[in-house]
C-alpha cells in the first residue's frame, strides 16, 4: 500500500515523531510506500488527529491517549480527537492502558487493535556503548531521559535513585524542560548530573552504559524511551498506573501505586510513591519493530479490505 502519514513530522525526536520515523522504515521492508507526489494513496494513517483527509480512501487513527486535565479546557482540546475517532476506519492503540482511557472518555471503536511501540533493533545493534573517563569512575550508571513536566516525575526518579542505588552509582538525567526546582535538587546531589538533550543514537550509547532506566512518569501511554532503554539492555524500573509496565518486559521493577478511575485530573500534581510497595513485572511484550511493523501492515490492510467491501456494498445497493 502507499500511504499517507498525517500528522507527523519525520524530523523530531518528540515521542510520536520518533516512533513514526521507525514505523516508516519497517514499514518499508514489507513493501509499503510512503509517495504522495508519485501515485494516488491507498491508506491515510493518521496520528492523534486529523486536519486533512483523502477522498475515498480508509483512513486509521493511531492514539496513545487524550486530554483530561480540568483545569485546561480537556473537552475542547479533545475535540478534534474525537471527530477523527468517530470518522476512523479503524483505531491503533500503544496500550491496554490506553485504550481503556480513551474508551472510558469517547467510547467504543467499531474497529481497534493494541500495538505497543517498539524499538529499531536494526540501529540500536549499531551503536556503542557511551565511555568516557567521567563515567568510569562510578560502578554502575542510571539513567532516565524524556521532554520533562510534572507528569514525567523527574524528582521521583531522582528519589529512587537516591534511596536505592549504592554509593559509587551515578544517575544520568537527558532530556528538556527541567524545572527550576527540578535544576537545584539535581545541583545539590553530588551522584546526580543533568546532561541536557541528545539526539536518538547518543541515547542509544547512553542507554547501553546504562545498567538501570528509571521511567515513573504517572499515566504514560507507552513512552518509547521505556522501549528503547529494554532494548539496550538496561533494567527498567517504572510505575504501575500507565502503559509503563506493558513493555518494561519480565521481571522490571514496577512501583505499584492507586488505581485512577479515569475522572478528570491535574497532571500538574501527580501523586508521590511508596517504593516499598513495588513488584517484579510478569508482563512480557516483544521489542522488535518488525514485528511491530507487522502487526500495524495487518491491521492496515484489514482496513483497506474492509472500506473496499464496503463500498462497493453501497454501490450495489
Given amino acids: 500500500m502507499n500511504i499517507f502519514l498525517e500528522n507527523v513530522s519525520i524530523k523530531s525526536n518528540s515521542g510520536p515523531n520518533h516512533f513514526a520515523r521507525k514505523l516508516k522504515k519497517y514499514l518499508k ?3 509499503h510506500t510512503f509517495e504522495g507526489r508519485q501515485k494516488k494513496f491507498d491508506l491515510q494513517l493518521t496520528f492523534i488527529e486529523s486536519t486533512a483527509y483523502y477522498r475515498g480512501i480508509p483512513r486509521v487513527q493511531r492514539l496513545d491517549g487524550i486530554y483530561f486535565d480540568p483545569t485546561n479546557n480537556y473537552v475542547n482540546k479533545n475535540r478534534f480527537i474525537s471527530d477523527t475517532y468517530k470518522a476512523t476506519d479503524g483505531v491503533i492503540f500503544q496500550s491496554q492502558y490506553s485504550k481503556s482511557l480513551v474508551e472510558h472518555y469517547l467510547g467504543k471503536h467499531k474497529k481497534s487493535i493494541i500495538i505497543p511501540n517498539g524499538a529499531d533493533i536494526e540501529l540500536i545493534d549499531t551503536i556503542k556503548p557511551l565511555e568516557n573517563d567521567f563515567i568510569s569512575r562510578y560502578k554502575n550508571i542510571w539513567c532516565c531521559a524524556s521532554a520533562w513536566r510534572p ?3 523527574l524528582s521521583e526518579n531522582i528519589r529512587y535513585f537516591l534511596e536505592v542505588s549504592e554509593k559509587d552509582d551515578c544517575l544520568l538525567i537527558a532530556g528538556s524542560n527541567i524545572s527550576n526546582e527540578e535544576a537545584a535538587l539535581i545541583e545539590s546531589e553530588r551522584r546526580v548530573y543533568y546532561i541536557g538533550q541528545l539526539d536518538i ?14 521511567h515513573l512518569a504517572w499515566v504514560d501511554p507507552c513512552p518509547n524511551v521505556v522501549i528503547d532503554a529494554r532494548a539496550c539492555g538496561c533494567h ?3 510505575a504501575s498506573m500507565a502503559g509503563t509496565k506493558e513493555i518494561a518486559g519480565l521481571g522490571a521493577t514496577i512501583v ?3 488505581q485512577w478511575d479515569f475522572n478528570p485530573v491535574s497532571v ?3 501523586p508521590e510513591l511508596n517504593f516499598n510497595n513495588q513488584y517484579q513485572n510478569d508482563v512480557e511484550s516483544d521489542l522488535s519493530m518488525m514485528d511491530v511493523a507487522a502487526a500495524y501492515s495487518d491491521f492496515l490492510k484489514g482496513c483497506k ?4 467491501y464496503e463500498h462497493k456494498n453501497k454501490k450495489n445497493r
Avoid at 543514537?201 to 528509571?214: T, W
Avoid at 479490505?305 to 473496499?308: A, F, H
Wanted: aromatic letters at 16%; proline letters at 3%; a negative charge.
Fill in 305 to 308: 479490505e474492509e472500506y473496499i
Fill in 236 to 238: 527498567i524500573i517504572g
Fill in 268 to 270: 500538574n500534581h501527580p
Fill in 256 to 258: 505499584q501505586e492507586e
Fill in 201 to 214: 543514537e547518543e541515547l542509544y550509547s547512553l542507554f547501553k552504559a546504562s545498567k538501570h532506566f528509571i
Fill in 29 to 31: 521492508k514489507y513493501g
Fill in 151 to 153: 507528569v514525567k516525575r
